[in-house]
Each structure stands twice: as C-alpha cells, then as structure tokens.
Nanobody
C-alpha cells in the first residue's frame, strides 16, 4: 500500500510562517506528480499547488508569491513553505501523489489524512 502522511500544521499568527511536510511511503516505483490541497470549514476542497514530472510548479492565485512547493526525490517527500499567512489560509491541508507502484504499472493518486493549519488574528 501507498500512504502519504502530512505533518507540520499548527496555530500561527497572521503574517507568520509554517512549513508542511508530506512523506509518501509504501511500495513505490516512481512518483509522477504531487500536489497540495486544502479544505476550510463549510468549503469544498481546493487545489493549492502542484508539481509535475516535467518540472513545472503551479500555484493557486490565492497563494502565489506566499507559498513555495518543493520536493526531495530521494526521500519521496514534498514540502509546502507558507509565508505571510492570512486568516483565510486556515484549513486542513492535504497532500497527494500520483504513484506508479511497479514498472509499467498504472499510475494512481493517493491522498493523505490532512494536517490542520490555523491562522489567528
């Protein structure tokens, strides 16, 4: 089985920073794409940032210039550095990874359980 696990969430004041970590463990041949999502109370889950196997990194307009996506290929780990946090960034943050488990096998997306980020004013 493949399991992404997030960590690094917490309570921070407006303007502060947090770095989220997501480690993908399990039976992995390769990871093709990775992404972060978030869901605030009463809202639908929304896409935050993603990295593609072609090397492109993309961000939602609401976080562009404040959040930075990075990854450690060797450790199957991705990060989301969040700066200049705002109350509207409060949400549960989820990571996801598109994984190929065997050579020539099909790709499948896996999702973590989420980590809470709360920005207080």
């Amino acid at each position: 089985q493949v399991q992404p696990v997030e960590s690094g969430g917490g309570l921070v004041q407006v303007g502060g920073s947090l770095r989220l970590t997501c480690t993908v463990s399990g039976n992995i041949f390769s990871i093709n794409n990775m992404a972060w999502y978030r869901q605030a109370p009463g809202n639908l889950r929304e896409w935050v940032a993603s990295w593609t196997s072609g090397g492109a990194t993309n961000y939602a307009d609401s976080v562009k210039g404040r959040f930075t996506f990075s990854r450690d290929n060797a450790e199957n780990t991705m990060y989301l550095q969040m700066n200049s946090l705002k109350p509207e960034d409060t949400a549960v943050y989820y990571c996801s990874a598109e994984v190929r488990r065997t050579v020539g096998g099909r790709k499948q997306w896996y999702y973590g359980q989420g980590t809470q980020v709360t920005v207080s004013s």
